[in-house]
């Protein structure tokens, strides 16, 4: 397909652009109204000031348009995802630690310098919305988003709507305590399920086991002095690992029961799962498990319950400038 062609046919005002800003890096690109993605870009975050990460930002989107071949006059909106608390109304960045960032107005600034309409949301929200209007949660009403990486957090649509709740916290089930007394988590809790099945807890069960004997080929990983990741669990467990099979079980077990509680709390069409643990083919056979069987015990999540109810996103590296996309694409769903 020649797509530069493809884009070109557009009309005037048909595209938009979405930023996905993080703290390591920041990608842009060009979207249609079917969610393809052309003109991709990706530059390194500078975090030394906010006015140097926005240039970036506006470069990035400027290079994005170049790239994908079209003229500003196609493109209706830039759509920014970024991490933290946002001021949706405002365009405000009211704090993201990762950038470094306290009462930014980023909406302000952008519009001022790329002469377009600006919209800006925390990136799990886009993630969401993106899954919503471009992922394999089109066409529900209904929808949860789970993310499960260095953090886990869930988004929820209803109606087609985001759902925030009275403080904007709808959907923290990362830090609802899931054992009494576990391992402490960064919110100051101890036992939430952030720190029990995101990738820094897999890391850290698998180290504490292995410092008190446990037998495990990871023990190598820390004899070569690197640092024990959640990769290096996953890895092992794919490869039968006892230890790391038995860790990514329990996580899976975890994941399920929030899935679970979630499904039993909105009654969605689906439960789309992100962020990286969701690539990890062993831990979401273990979710996909699980979640089946509680369908076989508890009668009434069985009525929710279908084969397809918990799927995996399909947008994979595009998640995060589809999601910013999607918040000008589609403005009525925030
Ligand atoms: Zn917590």
């Given at each position: ?19 996905d ?59 920014l995802g970024i ?38 949301e925390?990136d799990?929200?886009a ?193 995060g400038?589809?999601g910013a ?10």
């Amino acid at each position: 397909m020649d797509i530069q062609t493809s884009v070109v046919a557009h009309d005037p005002g048909s595209l938009v652009i979405g930023v996905d800003v993080g703290g390591t890096k920041i990608a842009a690109g060009v979207v249609d109204a079917l969610g393809q993605v052309y003109g991709r870009v990706q530059f390194s975050t500078d975090t030394s000031r906010p006015e140097a990460t926005l240039r970036t930002v506006a470069h990035a989107v400027r290079s994005a348009i170049q790239a994908a071949g079209v003229s500003p006059a196609h493109i209706r909106g830039v759509g920014l995802g970024i991490p933290g608390k946002v001021d949706v109304e405002n365009g405000v960045s009211v704090f993201a630690v990762n950038l470094g960032w306290r009462d930014v107005p980023i909406k302000r600034q952008l519009e001022a310098d790329l002469a377009v309409p600006c919209r800006v949301e925390n990136d799990v929200n886009a993630a969401a919305l993106g899954e919503y209007l471009y992922g394999v949660g089109r066409g529900t009403a209904n929808l949860v988003y789970l993310i499960l990486g260095t953090g886990i957090a869930a988004r929820v649509m209803i109606s087609g709507q985001l759902y925030r709740g009275t403080n904007g916290l709808a959907g923290e089930i990362g830090h609802a305590i899931f054992v009494a007394d576990g391992p402490p988590c960064r919110c100051g809790a101890q036992g939430c399920l952030e720190a029990l099945a995101a990738g820094p807890a897999l890391a850290r069960s698998a180290r504490d086991a292995v410092a008190s004997g446990s037998p495990s080929s990871l023990q190598e990983v820390l004899n070569r002095g690197s640092e024990l990741t959640a990769e290096h669990v996953c890895q092992a467990a794919s490869q039968g690992d006892g230890l790391a099979m038995r860790i990514i079980t329990e996580a899976g077990e975890h994941i399920a029961h929030a899935i679970y509680l979630l499904s039993l709390s909105f009654d969605p069409q689906v439960v789309v799962l992100g962020g990286g643990l969701a690539q990890v083919e062993i831990l979401m056979d273990a979710v996909q498990a699980r979640v089946a069987r509680k369908a076989e015990q508890s009668p009434i999540f069985r009525d929710i319950y279908h084969a397809q109810l918990v799927r995996l996103t399909g947008l994979k590296q595009d998640a995060g400038i589809l999601g910013a996309a999607a918040l000008v694409a589609s403005p009525e769903t925030i």
